[in-house]
Nanobody
Framework: QVQLVESGGGLVQPGGSLRLSCAASGSFDSITVMGWYRQAPMKGRELVATITRGGTTNSADSVKGRFTISRDNAKNTVYLQMNSLSPEDTAVYYC???????????????WGQGTQVTVSS
């Protein structure tokens, strides 16, 4: 099992910045892909950005140039630096991790509990 604990959400004014963090813990051998998704009210969950263990990133067009994903493999932690925030970025942000467990011989996907980001003046 893998537990994901997110932090860093909150209320920010348009144009402001926030940094989200997500730390993974539990029984696993390695975390392959980590990422962030978000879900706004009355909308489905959408990809924000992902990063592989080797550092390859992928992000939604709507956040390119504003959001930066990074990770610390030694700490099993992923970060999302969000700049130039707009009200359209208001959502619950969920951390996601794909973890490999040798004893189980499988990769499983896990989700954090979510952290609220509200962009409003």
């Amino acid at each position: 099992q893998v537990q994901l604990v997110e932090s860093g959400g909150g209320l920010v004014q348009p144009g402001g910045s926030l940094r989200l963090s997500c730390a993974a813990s539990g029984s696993f051998d390695s975390i392959t892909v980590m990422g962030w998704y978000r879900q706004a009210p009355m909308k489905g969950r959408e990809l924000v950005a992902t990063i592989t263990r080797g550092g390859t990133t992928n992000s939604a067009d709507s956040v390119k140039g504003r959001f930066t994903i990074s990770r610390d493999n030694a700490k099993n932690t992923v970060y999302l630096q969000m700049n130039s925030l707009s009200p359209e970025d208001t959502a619950v942000y969920y951390c996601n991790a794909e973890a490999y467990t040798m004893a189980l011989g499988m990769v499983a996907r896990y989700w954090g509990q979510g952290t609220q980001v509200t962009v409003s003046s």
